[in-house]
Each structure stands twice: as structure tokens, then as C-alpha cells.
């Protein structure tokens, strides 16, 4: 168990719908990471948040948005889902420094009908 | 820019012989290097880093890798592989000199170890 958590497990929802996932970082961690992984793309890195504030933005689409909680904890939403929004998306969380290991949540499968 | 390769989508290896998987890698400056291991329908798990330091790092599982920085390569290795070991294995990086922390994976390679 790496202390992260998500919830749902799995979301099955219907094209241009909105759909929210939710993490639990480690206790003590300041940083939250949302990756991506499906079976054409990888793991993609989507966004960063640190104590707050985004910190780091990686392939990201505009229909896509986070944010961090004053408890540490993180949403990602995604609106106006397509069929290629299928995927596992993965929450990680580390401590301050780079050099720190993430941790990983079981992830959460979305599934777009 | 930074990237990762794992030139192996597939490793094979009979149960008890040595296994590496192989990763290389580029940044623009001193790398930051892990191995995560993915079991079906679960999270990745952290395997070992290198940040600097001994070339040679050692890890969970009896796993170990290899710093090399002339050929940019951080090969996972066993020396005895278990069945329990299959699953997927990603390396990652991360640039040193920069201000973001978030990985960089690679493709993976699907270990299967052969009883």
C-alpha cells in the first residue's frame, strides 16, 4: 500500500460528460502528480501541484483542469468526454525535492461509452 | 528535452537465470533515474533510484541497476529471476536542473519469467 489514494476505482460515463477523479496524498506530502496511461499513449504526465499551486504542466488538454486542496488533497476534472479519454489516470505524490521517489495510487479506469 | 527508451516491449527469462531490462536515457543535465514495476491492474510501485553516487543501485525485490553515464543506459538486473517477478517494468527520468519534478516514462517492457 503506498499511502495514496483515489477514488473511484472505475467511472463509466457517456461522451460529453464531466467526470471528477480524487487523490489523497501520502500524509506529509506537498506534491501531487496526475499521469495518464493508456495502451497508444503510455504513461503521459499531465499535471503538477505543490502545497496549493500548480507547478508543472505536461500534455494536458484544455478540457482537462486540476487543482489542490487546502488539505493536500487533489481533483481532476475532465469535461466534455471523448472516446479517447479512456484510460487509467494515476495519482503520485512525493516530497519537496526532486530526488524524491512518487508514490502511486491504484489509479482510477475511465471508461467513455 | 528529456526522453526515455526501452528498446524491449518483451523479456523472457527461465526461472533462476539472471534478467535485465534495458533502459537508456536524455536529459540535458544530471539525471535523476527510476525503475517502477506495474502488476495487473494496480499502481506502479518504486523499484530503486539513482541520483548520484555508486554507479550500482540496489532496490526492492533483490533488484538492482546500473548508472552508466558514457553509454546513458540504468539496465535493471536480478541476478534470479522469480515467476512472481513478471509484471511491467517503466524507467523513468527526471532532469536534475530543472524546476519541475514530474517523470518522464518510458514505453515498458513486460517482463515474463518462465517457470
Known amino acids: 500500500d503506498s499511502g495514496v489514494t483515489q477514488t473511484p476505482k472505475h467511472l463509466i460515463t457517456a461522451t460529453g460528460q464531466r467526470v471528477t477523479l480524487r487523490c489523497s496524498p501520502r500524509s506529509g506530502d506537498l506534491s501531487v502528480y496526475w499521469y495518464q496511461q493508456s495502451l497508444d499513449q503510455g504513461l503521459q504526465f499531465l499535471i503538477q501541484?505543490?502545497?496549493?499551486?500548480?507547478?508543472a504542466k505536461g500534455n494536458i488538454l484544455e478540457r482537462f483542469s486540476a487543482q489542490q486542496f487546502p488539505d493536500l488533497h487533489s481533483e481532476l476534472n475532465l469535461s466534455s468526454l471523448e472516446l479517447g479519454d479512456s484510460a487509467l489516470y494515476f495519482c503520485?505524490?512525493?516530497?519537496?525535492?526532486?530526488?524524491?521517489?512518487?508514490?502511486f495510487g491504484p489509479g482510477t479506469r475511465l471508461t467513455v461509452l | 528535452a528529456q526522453s526515455v527508451a526501452q528498446p524491449e516491449d518483451q523479456v523472457n527469462v527461465a526461472e533462476g537465470n539472471p534478467l535485465t531490462v534495458k533502459c537508456t536515457y536524455s536529459?540535458?543535465?544530471?539525471?535523476?533515474l527510476f525503475w517502477y514495476v506495474q502488476y495487473p491492474n494496480r499502481g506502479l510501485q518504486f523499484l530503486l533510484k539513482?541520483?548520484?553516487?555508486?554507479?550500482l543501485v540496489k532496490g526492492s525485490y533483490g533488484f538492482e541497476a546500473e548508472f552508466n553515464k558514457s553509454q546513458t543506459s540504468f539496465h535493471l538486473k536480478k541476478p534470479s529471476a522469480l515467476v512472481s517477478d513478471s509484471a511491467l517494468y517503466f524507467c523513468a527520468v527526471r532532469d536534475g536542473g530543472t524546476g519541475a519534478n514530474n517523470l518522464f516514462f518510458g514505453t515498458g517492457t513486460r517482463l515474463t519469467v518462465i517457470p
Open positions: 503520485a505524490s512525493s516530497g519537496a525535492q526532486g530526488y524524491n521517489e512518487q508514490f
Open positions: 536529459v540535458s543535465g544530471n539525471p535523476y
Open positions: 501541484y505543490y502545497n496549493g499551486e500548480e507547478r
Open positions: 539513482y541520483i548520484t553516487g555508486d554507479n
